[in-house]
């Protein structure tokens, strides 16, 4: 889940509980380029304010009068910005984007249940991958657009939906982009509407083993990031809220202890920074043990291949897949000199590993920018 849709759902709790209306405006389809992708999000509210982004700042100004009529009519709509002309005398803004950007406005019933954004709420609050489907029509612009009508994780399915074949349809692919983590645009001909399948996961959790300095700007950067972080440490007069206001959860204690109280899921990602040898092994024989996407070790490579060889010679000799996991020196190689820069180099790796990407510089990708995978088709089960 990104740092945008959070500050989306909180901005929404705040709307509420001030009974000020609101409008999720979401891009479904982009054809060609754009500055954001299906996924960017934007929450407009009837004052006017916005947050999140559905475009690079050219789109906004216009899209606030579409959600305040969707507000005001409370009704979906559906609106095309086609940015492939740098003089858009039409829309009286110079886009310059090259594609053509459909974006759906959604008036918000806090009373709904199912509203879209309880559905994104959802999968914050129970940290899982969640599949949440919005469905629109391209081919009538007037036509009643379902949109946000569906979420599923692996035990839960919500729905608004009235066409039990059509339900029965989307669940099918719900559960394809649950199993291939990627989302996709389908085409449903008969019932003539796009549906975009969306996978959304929950926040990058940064456990810092460590309280010392360098461990500061990392809960700061990662807060700032969106990503939920838990700070752990043998030392109370390190690890404590005062020291690390933004961190969700501070565990004070010995490996074991703190460990224990873990709920570590292939979104946990680990950073090894006690400066404290004997806590560090200890931490890294008991992670080795889970099924851990990312464990840092900061320091030389040297302290790592001692760490392993200690290990061996306890009996646990690391395989060739958990190596593949441990990643000694933490972060990219930028020059990083200072705990700031570390840890800019550090959140960077682990984003680049999360996103499956190699951290090169953008100027030598002969692609696109953004992965697209099975956004390029609206009609996937032909695929």
């Known amino acids: 889940m990104s740092k945008e849709i959070i500050n989306i759902l909180s901005a929404f709790n705040e709307a509420k509980a001030n009974g000020r209306q609101t409008a999720l405006a979401t891009v ?10 299906p996924g960017a999000r934007m929450l407009v509210e009837d004052n006017g ?65 199912d509203n879209p954004i309880a559905i994104l709420e959802r999968s914050l609050v129970q940290r899982k991958d969640m599949v949440v489907v919005t469905l629109f029509s391209l081919k009538n612009f007037n036509a009643n657009h379902p949109g946000t ?36 645009l389908q085409q449903y001909h008969e019932h003539e509407l796009l549906g975009f399948v969306e996978l959304i996961r929950p926040p990058i959790c940064l456990v810092m083993v460590g309280a010392g300095n360098d461990a500061l700007p990392l809960s700061a950067m990662a807060s ?13 007069t390190h690890a404590n809220k005062q020291r690390f206001p933004n961190a969700d959860r501070i565990l004070v204690g ?32 008991l992670l080795l043990q889970e099924n851990c996407t990312y464990i ?5 490579q040297k302290r790592l291949q001692r760490m392993l060889a200690d290990l061996a010679q306890d009996g646990l000799k690391v395989s060739p897949e958990q190596m593949t996991k441990i990643f000694g020196p933490t ?38 920018i953004h992965a697209r995978g099975r956004l390029e088709t609206t009609d996937h089960r032909k695929n």
């Open 149 to 184: 009508c569906f979420s599923l994780d692996r035990n839960n399915l919500h729905s608004r939906m009235e066409d039990n074949e059509l339900e029965k349809l989307i669940k099918q692919d719900a559960q394809d982009v649950l199993s291939h983590k990627d989302s996709f």
């Open 254 to 285: 010995d490996p074991a202890v703190t460990a224990n109280q873990l709920n570590i899921d292939e979104r946990c990602f680990f950073i090894l920074m006690t400066h404290n040898y004997n806590y560090d092994l200890a931490m890294l024989k």
């Open 49 to 113: 304010n916005m947050t999140g982004a559905i475009s690079g700042g050219c789109l906004e100004g216009d899209a606030l009068k579409k959600a305040l009529l969707a507000i005001n009519q409370q009704q979906n709509k559906l609106v095309t910005y086609d940015t492939q002309h740098e003089d858009d005398v039409e829309l009286g803004v110079q886009l310059g984007c090259n594609g053509i950007v459909n974006i759906l406005f959604e008036p918000i019933d806090p009373l709904q249940p």
């Open 296 to 300: 840092g070790t900061l320091g030389p």
């Open 224 to 236: 700032l990031m969106g990503w939920q972080s838990i700070v752990i440490d043998g030392r109370q």
């Open 28 to 37: 479904v389809h982009v054809e060609g380029s754009s500055y954001r992708r």
């Open 331 to 368: 972060g990219l190689d930028i020059g990083a000199e200072t705990s700031e820069e570390i840890a800019l180099s550090v959140l960077a790796e682990i984003l680049a590993v999360q996103t499956g990407r190699d951290g090169s510089f953008l100027k030598d990708r002969t692609d696109y």
